[in-house]
């Protein structure tokens, strides 16, 4: 692959929005995350931004090697401008065709440059949608993205090897459903999820 396929500035740019629609008595509130208020989704969500920009420029470090499992993010001092600045960086990163070549890493886990432009489409769905659930805000997450997630959800829930789905049990959803139901379905999330 020598060229982007798709880009993440359109779902950078909703996920920004959706971050920008928070109220700060909303930041204690639940998500579809157990482990995760909606503080620790936008501390999460910064420090993916910045892990996914940094793989995408294969600027190994820190960002990138560290287990998104490691700690329960928060948000820092500043995340109202520090977080859709990060987001645009990361779309940034990705509209240079060296971003999915060769290999790169983000989570601590060694990814085909492509690999890893999947796996920051479908962060950015997924947790688009959550902190839209936990806030009670609507949610269109960018086409190109999603069916990017969805193609990334169903290829992990079919590897045997995995036991299922990627982030939890799949839970099921009728094959009619919309695709982005069907997607939070296979991310182990149940589409129908409120606060």
């Known amino acids: ?3 982007p396929t798709f880009d993440l500035g359109p779902q950078a740019l909703i996920v920004a929005r959706l971050a920008h629609g928070v109220t700060e008595e909303q930041l204690d509130g639940v ?3 157990p482990e995760y208020a909606v503080r ?3 501390g999460h969500l910064a420090g993916l931004a910045v892990a996914f920009r940094d793989a995408g420029h294969k600027d190994l470090g820190p960002t990138t090697a560290t287990s998104p ?3 329960v993010p928060d948000i820092e001092p500043g995340w109202r401008v520090a977080l859709p600045k990060a987001l645009d ?3 940034e990163a990705w509209r240079d065709p060296a971003a999915w070549t060769g290999v790169t890493r983000a989570g601590g886990v060694d990814l085909p440059g492509a690999v890893a432009a999947a796996v920051a489409a479908d962060e950015l769905v997924m947790h688009g949608w959550d902190l839209a659930r936990a806030t009670g805000q609507e949610y269109e997450p960018d086409p190109a993205a999603l069916q990017v997630s969805y193609e990334f959800l169903a290829a992990a829930a079919a590897d045997p090897s995995r036991g ?3 982030f939890g049990p799949v839970v099921p959803v009728p094959d009619d459903a919309p695709l982005l139901d069907r997607a939070i ?3 182990g999330r149940d589409p129908g999820w409120k606060p």
């Open 1 to 3: 692959m020598t060229s």
């Open 31 to 33: 998500t579809p995350c």
């Open 69 to 71: 499992g490691a700690v």
């Open 40 to 42: 620790n989704m936008l």
């Open 164 to 166: 299922g789905g990627i």
């Open 89 to 91: 960086e990361l779309a």
């Open 185 to 187: 379905g296979l991310s």
